[in-house]
């Protein structure tokens, strides 16, 4: 893993109040006008899907015709907080798994409906109205050992070079973070808005889309949507932004 | 580094499902054989230079081409290449980077094995055929005014 952001991580967590963190999230690479779309909820196109995340959860479906309202009561107090914690451990299977799967078993399990698609618009609507009742919360990766494999999955992929280009995510989005690719910022990589908004797409999108994205720049096979690579790279980067601030729905360019 | 290059002198190998690449030798950092003997044409290597889906260059280059709007900043000006360097040096840094510098970013373009998880379009072909290789060289050792940018 690259060292910077080792370090980087390690002050972030041990001294936030104090320590200077280099860490900068996409947002600060925006120009003003992208900028106030995502601070303001009336011209953020993601809102829209967090609107439409409430009707569903407040709709009875599937088999057992209950509602995640049924269970999970009030989202602002229940879900609170839970978007900054995933992916998590799944103590059934015992391996890691991110918010989205685990919308999926809820669905599939408890209320015995079909299986929501990844990258469907059910599912991220219902993703960015979970994520949403996080937001301006500080990234909190759950302390649990189990996760230490799956992290170190994560960051190993991370700097792995792949594709025909033969780069790797950390020679963008850790050595040449600030640059210019072509016309484009090279971020620093970090999941804190997800799912946003993406006025490339013209729609809301996953993290794992978005490694999609990159991965074919690279000329790459593309992880999987839901795949373990997928679930891995999230974990790693989700605990290299720990204590930064989701800002899920986010407008991206 | 440079003597170790020296010693070096590879021999690329390829299996008959491969694209067929030509061998070549590094000797002091340097290919000065042409891949294919036929002089390169640095029109047609300006052209893939600048194109942004072949060449990639200007991605992270920058360099002599007023008419191109958004080049990269990830690395030094192509302007003076060909005072910088000879003719042997650019073309062992056109086929494969890392084996100047092991950690760059700049892709081979020239290689197609040693590669991870390519994707299927893409799989076993070279970003560059030896030809447009010797155009791109010819190109770049026409960059004598570094002044330029």
């Known amino acids: 893993m690259n060292r910077l952001a080792c370090l980087v991580v390690v002050i972030g967590m041990a001294l936030p109040a104090f320590a200077q963190d280099a860490r900068k999230s996409g947002f600060d690479y925006m120009g003003p006008d992208t900028q106030a779309m995502q601070k303001d909820d009336l011209a953020n196109p993601g809102m829209l899907s967090v609107l439409e995340g409430e009707t569903l959860w407040n709709t009875p479906t599937g088999k057992a015709q209950k509602s995640c309202a049924a269970c999970h009561g009030d989202a602002t107090q229940s879900m609170k907080g839970v978007a900054a914690r995933y992916p998590a451990m799944d103590d059934k299977t015992q391996s890691a798994i991110d918010l989205a799967g685990r919308i999926i078993q809820c669905r599939v399990e408890r209320q015995e409906a079909p299986a929501p698609q990844r990258e469907g618009r059910e599912l991220l609507s219902l993703s960015a109205f979970v994520g949403r009742q996080s937001r301006d919360m500080p990234i909190s990766p759950p302390q649990d050992a189990k996760l230490a494999a799956t992290r170190a999955q994560g960051a190993a992929l991370y700097s792995a070079r792949m594709g025909q280009l033969n780069f790797s995510c950390a020679q963008c989005h850790d050595d040449n973070a600030g640059g210019h690719l072509g016309a484009a910022p090279i971020p620093q990589a970090h999941p804190n808005g997800y799912p946003l908004y993406r006025l490339e797409w013209q729609s809301l999108g996953s993290l794992q889309r978005r490694f999609r994205n990159c991965m074919s720049g690279m000329r790459a096979e593309p992880f999987a949507a839901g795949s373990t690579e997928a679930i891995a790279l999230e974990a790693f980067l989700m605990e290299r932004a720990a204590g930064m601030k989701l800002e899920t729905p986010a407008v991206r360019p | ?149």
């Not at chain 2, 390169?40 to 200007?58: H, M, N, S």
């Not at chain 2, 000879?86 to 892709?107: A, C, H, Q, W, Y």
Request: charged fraction near 25%; charge should be neutral; include cysteine.
């Open chain 2, 1 to 149: 580094m440079w003597r170790l290059l020296g010693l070096l002198a590879v021999l690329v190998s390829f299996d008959a499902s491969a694209q067929t690449l030509v061998p070549y030798r590094i000797e002091n950092g340097a290919i000065t054989q042409s891949l294919t003997g036929v002089k390169g044409d640095a029109a047609k290597g300006r052209a893939i230079v600048v194109e942004r889906q072949k060449g990639l260059c200007l991605l992270c280059h920058s360099g002599p081409f007023p008419e191109e709007r958004f080049q990269g900043d990830l690395a030094p000006s192509l302007a003076g290449t060909g005072s910088r360097m000879s003719e042997g040096e650019i073309r062992l840094r056109m086929v494969d980077s890392t084996k100047v510098n092991e950690k760059t970013i700049m892709p081979p373009y020239y290689r197609s094995e040693g590669l991870e998880r390519v994707a299927a379009n893409y799989k076993a072909k070279t970003l560059l055929n030896a030809q447009e290789i010797e155009d791109v060289i010819a190109f770049l050792v026409s960059l004598k005014d570094d002044t330029q940018k």
